[in-house]
Protein backbone atom coordinates (compact mmCIF):
# COMPACT_ATOMS: atom_id res chain seq x y z
CA UNK A 1 0.00 0.00 0.00
CA UNK A 2 2.45 2.50 0.78
CA UNK A 3 4.95 1.58 -2.49
CA UNK A 4 1.71 2.14 -4.17
CA UNK A 5 1.28 5.26 -2.64
CA UNK A 6 4.77 6.35 -3.67
CA UNK A 7 4.99 5.35 -6.43
CA UNK A 8 2.02 7.22 -7.52
CA UNK A 9 1.95 9.99 -5.50
CA UNK A 10 4.99 10.55 -4.70
CA UNK A 11 7.30 10.62 -1.49
CA UNK A 12 5.42 13.65 0.44
CA UNK A 13 1.63 11.39 0.49
CA UNK A 14 3.56 8.44 1.23
CA UNK A 15 4.56 10.22 4.36
CA UNK A 16 1.60 12.06 5.53
CA UNK A 17 -0.09 8.55 5.06
CA UNK A 18 2.51 6.47 7.12
CA UNK A 19 2.49 9.69 10.11
CA UNK A 20 -1.50 9.80 10.02
CA UNK A 21 -1.54 6.11 10.76
CA UNK A 22 1.86 5.05 12.86
CA UNK A 23 3.40 8.70 13.36
CA UNK A 24 2.48 7.36 17.14
CA UNK A 25 4.82 4.54 17.19
CA UNK A 26 7.80 5.97 15.53
CA UNK A 27 7.26 8.80 18.60
CA UNK A 28 7.83 6.52 21.22
CA UNK A 29 11.02 5.41 19.92
CA UNK A 30 13.96 6.94 21.61
CA UNK A 31 16.59 4.95 20.03
CA UNK A 32 17.02 0.98 18.96
CA UNK A 33 18.56 -0.86 21.67
CA UNK A 34 22.16 -1.68 21.99
CA UNK A 35 22.85 -4.90 22.89
CA UNK A 36 25.53 -5.03 26.03
CA UNK A 37 28.37 -6.44 23.19
CA UNK A 38 27.69 -3.35 20.78
CA UNK A 39 27.79 -1.21 23.81
CA UNK A 40 30.68 -2.96 25.09
CA UNK A 41 32.61 -2.38 21.52
CA UNK A 42 31.67 1.36 20.96
CA UNK A 43 33.23 2.08 24.94
CA UNK A 44 36.52 -0.21 24.27
CA UNK A 45 36.93 1.55 20.37
CA UNK A 46 36.41 4.85 22.46
CA UNK A 47 38.72 4.47 24.29
CA UNK A 48 41.93 2.92 22.19
CA UNK A 49 41.54 -0.14 24.22
CA UNK A 50 41.67 -3.92 22.71
CA UNK A 51 38.28 -5.68 23.49
CA UNK A 52 38.16 -9.85 23.46
CA UNK A 53 36.17 -12.55 24.43
CA UNK A 54 38.14 -15.68 25.87
CA UNK A 55 36.55 -18.71 26.46
CA UNK A 56 37.10 -20.10 29.91
CA UNK A 57 35.24 -22.94 29.79
CA UNK A 58 32.23 -25.38 28.15
CA UNK A 59 30.70 -27.67 30.34
CA UNK A 60 27.50 -29.84 29.92
CA UNK A 61 26.28 -32.43 27.22
CA UNK A 62 26.35 -31.61 23.65
CA UNK A 63 22.64 -30.85 23.44
CA UNK A 64 22.68 -28.31 26.35
CA UNK A 65 26.31 -26.78 26.93
CA UNK A 66 27.07 -24.22 29.18
CA UNK A 67 29.58 -21.93 28.29
CA UNK A 68 31.85 -19.37 30.81
CA UNK A 69 33.30 -16.36 28.87
CA UNK A 70 35.83 -13.77 30.07
CA UNK A 71 35.83 -10.06 28.59
CA UNK A 72 38.78 -8.49 28.36
CA UNK A 73 39.35 -5.35 27.59
CA UNK A 74 43.34 -4.31 27.99
CA UNK A 75 44.00 -2.36 30.69
CA UNK A 76 41.20 -3.73 32.66
CA UNK A 77 41.05 -6.90 34.64
CA UNK A 78 38.62 -9.50 32.87
CA UNK A 79 34.99 -10.26 33.60
CA UNK A 80 33.42 -13.47 33.64
CA UNK A 81 30.20 -14.39 31.68
CA UNK A 82 28.12 -17.72 31.42
CA UNK A 83 25.23 -18.65 29.51
CA UNK A 84 23.70 -21.79 27.14
CA UNK A 85 25.50 -20.32 24.07
CA UNK A 86 28.52 -18.80 23.32
CA UNK A 87 27.13 -15.31 22.01
CA UNK A 88 24.74 -15.05 25.49
CA UNK A 89 27.93 -15.85 27.34
CA UNK A 90 29.80 -12.82 25.61
CA UNK A 91 27.01 -11.24 26.02
CA UNK A 92 26.23 -11.51 29.84
CA UNK A 93 29.90 -10.99 30.29
CA UNK A 94 29.91 -7.66 28.57
CA UNK A 95 26.96 -6.72 30.44
CA UNK A 96 28.60 -7.09 33.35
CA UNK A 97 31.53 -5.64 33.02
CA UNK A 98 29.55 -2.33 31.89
CA UNK A 99 27.88 -2.99 35.39
CA UNK A 100 31.05 -2.97 37.12
CA UNK A 101 32.63 -0.34 35.48
CA UNK A 102 29.26 2.01 36.09
CA UNK A 103 29.40 0.99 39.66
CA UNK A 104 32.71 1.80 40.01
CA UNK A 105 33.55 4.96 37.19
Do not use: C, N
Not at 36 to 48: G, N, P, S, V
Not at 68 to 82: H, L, T
Amino acid sequence: MIAALYLDSGFETARAFVTKFWGDAFEDVKSAPRDAKTALQEWAAARKRGLSYVMIKQTGPEHAPHFMIDAVVDGYPPVRGEGGSKRDAQRAAAAAFLQERDAHG
